[in-house]
């Protein structure tokens, strides 16, 4: 069973994104976090209790508390190897090419996927 983690401050888009991600894993565990706050504590939880983490993480660039440079600057302070088998995707409705860019900045980002993910973006980096 793959584990999924959404992170975005919109709950209309954890939503989406949960019902499109159980067409395509039907058997997925799937958390979502309005609040990157409480996703950063979440992850550290895991790393402390050394438990494995989610396969797949998407987080949304523009959030309030903490946005997601940030919040992925905070898990570039975990040992790189805990993420060997996690994929991260900045998810974002921004068509700022810059964050495009500035997310090649960081080793641990697999991808930049435009919102709303689709059932075919999906199945595609499975």
Known sequence: MKKYLLIDDD?????????????VDKS?????????IE???????LKQDNLQLPN???IDIRMPEMNGFELVDEFMKFPLELFDHSKIFFVTSS???RDQY????????TGFIEKTI?????????
Do not use: C, G, T
Not at 28 to 36: D, Q, T, V
Not at 102 to 109: A, F, L, T, V
């Open 102 to 109: 500035k997310s090649r900045d960081y080793p641990i980002i």
């Open 11 to 23: 709950d209309i888009f954890n939503f989406l994104h949960s019902e499109v991600i159980k067409q």
């Open 95 to 97: 068509l700022d090419q």
């Open 28 to 36: 997925a565990e799937i958390i979502s976090y309005s609040s990157s």
């Open 118 to 126: 689709s059932v075919e973006q999906l199945q595609q980096i499975q």
């Open 56 to 58: 797949f993480i998407f």
């Open 39 to 45: 996703a950063l504590q979440y992850m550290k939880e």
